[in-house]
């Protein structure tokens, strides 16, 4: 997957991040195409009597209808304070609740790189604190890949803002 589209913000107490996928021409011509010739095969076995066969297509179409909406406008919410961290995912008008972890500890961040192709130079993101025992946990990855460029200006912002006294 290529990196995504990124933009920091520094909000006072607040550091948020949004990442949005940016789609191929190639990738949206051929999810379109697909579910249209998949809605089509519904209505052509609805009409035609085939009731338990439309069942099994249908269900896949929904979930083929799910990850067509994400790779063609998913993004990414991010909201890092010193006590917590949130995030939310949009599947374009579909809103997923927002998830916040408490954090106990410091936050680490840590680029995980995937796709190890010569080449890359997409990374997704890991937030990584201790919990009450002083193990390691991981609190949240992107789902979706950043550029190192836009890690590193995320990283300038995240310094920053747990610098600050």
Do not use: C
């Amino acid at each position: 997957m290529k990196p995504g589209n990124f933009k920091v913000s520094d909000e006072g107490n607040n550091l948020s991040a949004i990442i949005t996928v940016k789609p191929s021409l190639a990738l949206k011509a051929s999810l379109y195409l697909l579910n249209s010739l998949i809605i089509a095969v519904i209505l052509l076995f609805a009409f035609g009597g085939i009731g338990v066969i439309t069942l099994f297509i249908v269900a896949f179409e929904v979930l083929f209808l799910r990850y067509s909406i994400w790779n063609l406008y998913g993004s990414e919410y991010i909201i890092l304070n010193r006590e917590s961290i949130s995030h939310q995912l949009h599947y374009g008008p579909i809103k997923l609740p927002v998830r916040t972890v408490k954090v106990n500890s410091i936050i680490n961040v840590i680029p995980f790189n995937e796709d190890f192709r010569a080449g890359s130079n997409g990374v997704k993101v890991n937030f990584e604190s201790l919990d009450d025992k002083n193990e390691p946990v991981n609190l949240f990855q992107t789902s979706l890949v950043i550029s190192r460029e836009d890690y590193k200006v995320f990283m300038q912002s995240f310094n920053r803002m747990f610098s600050k006294a």
